[in-house]
């Protein structure tokens, strides 16, 4: 295992990181802890959750995963806040009341007294930065978290966040973790660039497209029973998916596999690690299966001609099935 440097931290973490959004939802809880076992018996240290994966469960199989045990101070461990909690409309987003609030729930069921990296789940256009950046600031001198990140932010919000942490001497943010795979590469117009030169890191979320890149789904037929796609087929529309352009990018992800006897989504995976700029991609397996799939990525070595052929089927910086769409407002101003 090569580890990377996670931005400008002098921590070291796996170059895949363990996902666990499945994890006592689609994955059940036995599942998922064999998981995690296989994970950190193959030397990944990096795991990430966040309090809102079923609503805390995934961070309390991950707690139980780690307690007791001398391998949670060999893990990298991340977690995130904003998205709701419940129905009290202040149980949700980035103001101080939610973060601080959220901290200490999160740490109960990670059944940890620290949280290795801390990050935004998604920006508050309604709530200033430098609220939610001095919340994150007193974590950190608290000792109850030790770095902190943003995820889905738009370059612009990145750079707003490491100017105001600039400006009040506060801890800045240490990385972004977006979406980015090989249907959607908008992510290297302006984010990429911006992280290269402020040495923020890189862990995309979603490197095989929810699925779509392992091969999964297939033209003309219905997505599998169990898969993301099956259990919200909206959302298979809304990111076009379906449509032609995506399946001939897969076409050509399925023809180079094929001629390096790896799988597709172990050629997607090494594709995106060994991106400029990355990090460590999140894979979140739903079963023990999948996740011995992800980690043969590890084994894949991808050439400038494989790069060339994937860079002519799917063109940098664009987007061949929009991921995601952010509602990326003006910051309103106190």
Same mark, same amino acid.
């Given at each position: 295992?090569?580890?990377?440097?996670?931005?400008?931290?002098?921590? @070291?973490? =796996?170059?895949?990181?363990?996902?666990?959004?499945?994890?006592?939802?689609?994955?059940?809880?036995?599942? =998922?802890?064999? *998981?995690?076992?296989?994970? #950190?018996?193959?030397?990944?240290?990096?795991?990430?959750?966040?309090?809102?994966?079923?609503?805390?469960? =995934?961070?309390?199989?991950?707690?139980?995963? #780690?307690?007791?045990?001398?391998?949670?101070?060999?893990?990298?461990?991340?977690? @995130?806040?904003?998205?709701?909690?419940?129905?009290?409309?202040?149980?949700?987003?980035? =103001?101080?009341?939610?973060?601080?609030? $959220?901290?200490?729930?999160?740490?109960?069921?990670?059944?940890?007294?620290?949280?290795?990296?801390?990050?935004?789940?998604?920006?508050?256009?309604?709530v200033p930065?430098?609220?939610?950046?001095?919340? +994150?600031?007193?974590?950190?001198?608290?000792?109850?978290?030790?770095?902190?990140?943003?995820?889905?932010?738009?370059?612009? $919000?990145?750079?707003?966040?490491?100017?105001?942490?600039?400006? #009040?001497?506060?801890?800045?943010?240490?990385?972004?973790?977006?979406?980015?795979?090989? #249907?959607?590469?908008?992510?290297?117009?302006?984010?990429?660039?911006?992280?290269?030169?402020?040495? *923020?890191? *890189?862990?995309?979320?979603?490197?095989?497209?929810?699925?779509?890149?392992?091969?999964?789904?297939?033209?003309?037929? &219905?997505?599998?029973?169990?898969?993301?796609?099956?259990?919200?087929?909206?959302?298979?529309? $809304?990111? @076009?998916?379906?449509?032609?352009?995506?399946?001939?990018?897969?076409?050509?992800?399925?023809?180079?596999a094929a001629? @390096?006897?790896?799988?597709?989504?172990?050629?997607?995976?090494?594709?995106?690690? &060994?991106?400029?700029?990355?990090?460590?991609?999140?894979?979140?397996?739903?079963? +023990?299966?999948?996740? $011995?799939?992800?980690?043969?990525? +590890?084994d894949v070595?991808?050439?400038?001609?494989?790069?060339?052929?994937?860079?002519?089927?799917?063109?940098?910086?664009?987007?061949?099935?929009?991921?995601?769409?952010?509602?990326?407002?003006?910051?309103?101003?106190?």
């Amino acid at each position: 295992m090569h580890y990377r440097t996670l931005g400008r931290t002098g921590v @070291k973490v =796996s170059p895949l990181c363990l996902g666990t959004w499945n994890f006592g939802s689609a994955a059940d809880r036995d599942s =998922s802890l064999a *998981i995690i076992d296989h994970a #950190l018996d193959a030397g990944v240290n990096f795991i990430d959750t966040a309090n809102s994966y079923g609503r805390g469960a =995934s961070e309390t199989i991950v707690g139980q995963a #780690l307690r007791g045990s001398a391998r949670r101070q060999r893990v990298v461990l991340a977690t @995130k806040v904003h998205f709701a909690m419940s129905n009290d409309p202040n149980a949700q987003g980035n =103001s101080r009341r939610h973060v601080l609030e $959220q901290c200490e729930a999160s740490l109960r069921r990670l059944q940890t007294d620290y949280i290795d990296l801390y990050q935004i789940h998604r920006p508050s256009p309604d709530v200033p930065i430098d609220e939610t950046l001095r919340a +994150l600031d007193d974590l950190v001198r608290a000792g109850k978290v030790r770095y902190v990140g943003t995820s889905t932010f738009p370059a612009w $919000q990145v750079v707003e966040a490491l100017w105001t942490a600039h400006d #009040l001497g506060l801890n800045r943010p240490v990385c972004e973790q977006p979406p980015y795979h090989l #249907l959607d590469r908008r992510i290297e117009r302006e984010l990429v660039p911006m992280a290269l030169t402020y040495g *923020i890191g *890189i862990i995309p979320w979603a490197p095989l497209a929810s699925g779509f890149l392992t091969g999964i789904y297939r033209r003309g037929q &219905a997505p599998p029973a169990g898969t993301r796609f099956a259990r919200n087929p909206e959302t298979q529309r $809304q990111r @076009k998916m379906h449509d032609e352009a995506a399946f001939a990018v897969l076409d050509e992800v399925e023809a180079i596999a094929a001629a @390096k006897g790896c799988s597709p989504g172990q050629l997607a995976l090494a594709w995106n690690m &060994a991106q400029p700029g990355v990090t460590s991609p999140i894979v979140g397996p739903r079963t +023990l299966q999948h996740w $011995q799939d992800n980690l043969g990525a +590890l084994d894949v070595a991808v050439t400038d001609d494989d790069r060339a052929r994937l860079d002519a089927a799917a063109p940098p910086g664009r987007a061949i099935a929009p991921y995601y769409e952010g509602a990326w407002g003006p910051r309103t101003v106190r």
